[in-house]
């Protein structure tokens, strides 16, 4: 049992009190929420090995000290369960890796928002969605309140307020909380996590910061290698944020689903030979740009002797991961902000500490 000592509010038992209340003091991010009872916030920490003080890290933009506490009442408030608190602390570890570059992210104008990656062996038991909608839609409890809790401790602890403290232009809808799994089991190739070097009786959360989902889908192609092109081709848009900075920054992430997945294994049967082919043609000719543009791109050394403008500097930076539904015509391009690289965090539970 823990000592709980967050500042406390009395509101009426009565649902819409709470949720008039968080609108109104703007710790709420506009749907209802749950009343963060000592009852609930202490079954949350009972699922971690950390005491209640223990500090996670200072979440920018105001770097407010995020405690072990303070993170469960948020999850408590978007509706986590207790084994669900210790995928939160997870992607908050992960985010606040100095190369995932936390403040740029939750100041910029940009929409990027962190999106929690989840590899292991409890994605079913917890509703981590992975296979039809998973990246919305799905009803999954663990992805839709992990994803809002990481949200939650970014505004509430971490400051982040749109037009204030940060300068999102639009925002998008995931910044209310996305977290989605990676159809482990229906992959030709070692998992996300497994090619960041863990182990595959770990759950693990990789935190990449994308700006949004880019969908592309396909009825012509039975060549994979054609359609791997293609994809490729998606990626390396003009107006990229991954054109405007350093070239060796930033991932994009590329969700294949199962049955392309399966297409692309036969001819491509080790997942570093996927992401050099994806490289290889990620480019696009720099007289597609405008004059003022080539100019530009030409200053930043973004141009090569072929007159070719390649999206990043190595394969490792295309990152591709198998979920979603069994409908097949569809993939999904995760652009990156171009100043970040995702980072990944074990969950840490209370059995296994």
Known sequence: MSTLTAEQVEV???????????????????????????????????ATPYPADHVVGALPPKYGVATVELVAINAAMAGCEPAALPFVLAALEAL?????????L????????????VNGPSRDALGIDYRAGCM?????????????????????IGG?????????????????????GEWEERSPWPSLAARRGYSAALDVVTVHGTKGTFPLADI????????????????????????????ENGEMVIAINPMWAERFGKAFP?????????????????????AANQAILRKKNRVDERGRVYL??????????????????????????????????????????
């Open 270 to 290: 080790d997942v570093q030979s996927v992401q050099a082919f994806l490289r290889e043609h990620a480019w696009q000719p720099i007289e597609l740009w405008p």
């Open 106 to 117: 939750t100041t910029t104008t940009s929409s990027v928002f962190p999106l929690p990656i």
């Open 96 to 104: 606040l890796v100095p190369e995932w570059n936390a403040f740029g």
């Open 160 to 180: 982040q307020r749109a037009g204030v403290t940060s300068r999102s232009v639009f925002g998008q809808p995931a910044r209310f909380g996305i977290c989605f």
């Open 136 to 156: 919305g839609g799905a009803g999954g409890r663990g992805s839709m309140t992990i994803g809002r809790a990481v949200s939650l401790c970014l505004r509430n």
């Open 12 to 46: 009426a038992a009565n649902p819409r009190a709470l949720y008039e209340l968080s609108l109104a003091e703007s710790w709420g991010d506009g749907a209802p929420l749950l009343p963060p009872t000592d009852d609930v916030v202490q079954a949350l920490l009972d």
């Open 312 to 353: 990043c500097a190595g394969p490792d930076q295309m990152v591709p991961i198998v979920c979603g539904g069994l409908g097949s015509l569809h993939a999904v391009v995760l652009p990156s902000f171009g100043e970040s690289r995702m980072q990944s965090a074990v969950v840490r539970t209370r059995e296994g500490a």
């Open 220 to 247: 012509n192609n039975d060549d994979p290698a054609d359609l791997l092109f293609l994809i490729a081709k998606c990626t390396a848009f003009p107006l990229s944020n991954m054109y405007l900075g350093n070239v």
